[in-house]
């Protein structure tokens, strides 16, 4: 059986002067959409981990977390 992925999500941060930091789900449907969202989102929603959610060869679930770091380089 050959891996597959199931969903993406973004998990995004905003920090709030009452509740403190909330976190938020976002599904993301295509790498474009992935790659749009993480190009042009600013404050007050950071985005925080991408989540790769599937089944590896043998049907086991598997979720992968890729934690979010953003530079920007005003050089270029």
Same mark, same amino acid.
């Given at each position: 059986? *050959?891996? *597959?992925? &199931? !969903?993406? !999500? @973004?998990?995004?941060?905003?920090?709030?002067?009452?509740?403190?930091?909330?976190?938020?789900?976002?599904?993301?449907?295509?790498?474009?959409?992935?790659?749009?969202?993480?190009? /042009? *989102? /600013?404050?007050?929603?950071?985005?925080?981990?991408? @989540?790769?959610?599937? &089944?590896?060869?043998?049907?086991?679930?598997?979720?992968l977390?890729?934690?979010? &770091?953003?530079?920007?380089?005003?050089?270029?």
């Amino acid at each position: 059986m *050959k891996a *597959k992925m &199931q !969903n993406c !999500n @973004l998990v995004l941060r905003r920090l709030t002067t009452d509740a403190g930091i909330i976190e938020t789900n976002l599904p993301i449907e295509t790498l474009e959409e992935l790659f749009d969202y993480c190009v /042009t *989102k /600013t404050e007050p929603h950071l985005i925080e981990r991408i @989540l790769l959610a599937g &089944q590896d060869g043998g049907g086991r679930p598997r979720l992968l977390t890729f934690v979010f &770091q953003s530079v920007a380089d005003h050089e270029h």
